[in-house]
């Protein structure tokens, strides 16, 4: 997962206000991440391709109004911006919130070169985000903006309007709720 | 690995450093939840890529032709075209590509001439990069002889300078037309139209890009149509332009001067609101005229003289009695001027839906942030509370409603509502306890899954008496239920 620190980002948005190539770099560096974050809330793939584009045209859109306020980052911004459009888009589509089907689940292109073991690991991907499913909502989140998303628990207060202690809290906690359900699940296998 | 609230350190810089470095931490769950991150198809990503430059270079080029517009008026660039996007690049561009280009020789001479290295400045390489992007082939050249206009984004074409003249037709971006004169007011361009006839646009450096000699414009009277929606906009000290969607950046009229004076808008005719918001209203468009119509329209009819900057403002379109939740119908979005606006206005009507106002506010009122149930100080606040429900509906509960609970509960957590009550058989004919019937008692989680929003603090800081919640519509109305009938409602974690 490619990060820069806050002077790098700083750095980054301010040229991007006058050059567009910058932006370009900005997409290619977030495009990953808020994509893993909005494909991991989603049932449907093309559900998750429509939200991701919506909110990078926004954010096109919308980038020459940000400007930094207090301890606020673009990062923050952004996924604020993600996590608002899935709000949305679950607003509009109360019937989606139905469990996760794994057949529905957001493919993973690996890079990996052996078969076998990409599809190892897309089944086990698609268990675990299946297991992030039975959290309960705020953790659900917090799991999938830190994991997905990769923010700094800072970040996700600050997506979530929580105290950073809050995030660390709930983070562990859904941790040790994964944890034991993930090795339930192991320790039923033959 | 977590007691309630407290955090393990170690699990979470181990987190920290498997996400920053993505080397395995052994851990196999924190592996495998790193590992199962979703990735989009490369072909998604350019495509998209592709969709965000073409806009991100769009949204520039506006911005550098609004610039030029505000500092200059006349053609005359005071910079390159930043980047051209490839549908930009045509044809009927070449009056703005030829100014691009004299300006290109003249700063280019005096560089040379002055001996000096081009700046380092990434965005001055970026127009020495563009500047063999755009076709520059025309020899030096003045301002055209026919001003045109070029169409930087949908507008509507008229018969007449004024929004109460019928619509002709519509010009998409980036079409380009001849002007052939200017109303007497200046705010609009007669235009000859791409099949040879003859419309009316507006002005706004929004809208258009002009090319060519503004001052040496012809005015040209208007068509003897005689306006008829027009006369409904009469001037009122209580004007209150109504727009549904757009914010329009200035409002301003020649009809209308500001009052300086306070206002009661108890009086706000309706006449005066947006035709989609007043039902009653007796509009009577003239054969082939469009009633008042859409955004642009009603900015295009805010013609200059007293520029009066107009601020979003909800308002209630009917009464809306004290413990009502309000609902999307009840309320609008309207622009009033900004010295004029009460204290503590809302501007957006989606956070108000599922939430109650506290006394009632009469119809074409504004709704205050200190007319509704949850009173934090902020609307802000209270627009991020709606975003994180979800969906749901927010609802505050006073904590006078909630039995007392071991439960310390705090915002985040999420918690069954549950209730215990007794009931008994009553008779069918006379509604009355039928005798040697015992009362049951019952234990229900009758609401599940609740979130807590937010713990309501008092000014001290201290836990106050309010509790925010977020449920289902549905659980909405059982919890209304609960509370009006005075059912005692116990908050247990939720299992």
Redesign the interface.
Known sequence: ?Q?IDAEQEKMLVK?AR???????EL??LY??RI??YV??RMNRRED??DI??DV??R???A??GFEYRGAGSFTAWLFRIA??H??QF??RH?VSREPYLFDQ??????LEPSPDETVA?QE??DH??SLITTL???RREI?TL???G?L??REIAEV???DE??V??????A??D??RK?QSEKDTLP | MTQNGAHDDNLLEQIERLLADGKPTGDPLLDDLARSAPEASPEFRQQLENQVMAKVSHQYEIKRRTEQMNTGGNVIASQFPERISPQKRRPIRLPFTLVAAALATIIGGIVLFMGATPPSNPSFMALQTDSTETPISAPLTTIPATPIAEILRSLVVRSGPGVDYPEITTLEAPEVVEIRGISEDRQWYQVVLPDGSQGWIVTAGTYINFIGNRDALQVVPAPTYAPVNVTTMTPSPTYVPVNMTTTPPVMSTATVTPTPSPVIFTDIPPTMMHPSAVTDMPTVPPPGMQPMPDSLSLWALSTSITSLKMQPVVIALQDIPGGTYMTADMLAVTYWPENILPDQSLTSVEPMVGIAVNEDIERWQPVLLENISVQTGELTYLTELYLSAEGKVVVAVSLERINDTDYAVRAGEVVDLAVTLMYVDMGDGFQEIVPNNEAVQVNSHTIEDVEVLQMIENADGEPGDTIVLAVTAGDALVLNWLIETGIEITLLPSE
Do not use: D, W
């Not at chain 1, 006058?18 to 370009?24: G, L, N």
């Open positions: 997962m990060k040229t006058h050059e567009p190539e910058a932006f370009r997409y290619r495009f990953p994509y893993a494909a991991g998750a391709e991701v584009a990078f045209l954010v096109a859109e980038f020459e996590r608002n899935v709000s679950y607003r109360p689940l957001p493919e993973i292109y690996s690991q086990s991907a675990l985000r309960s909502p705020r799991i830190k994991f997905y990769g700094r628990n979530l309007k929580l202690r809050t660390a809290s709930h983070l562990c906690r941790l040790a994964l944890q993930y």
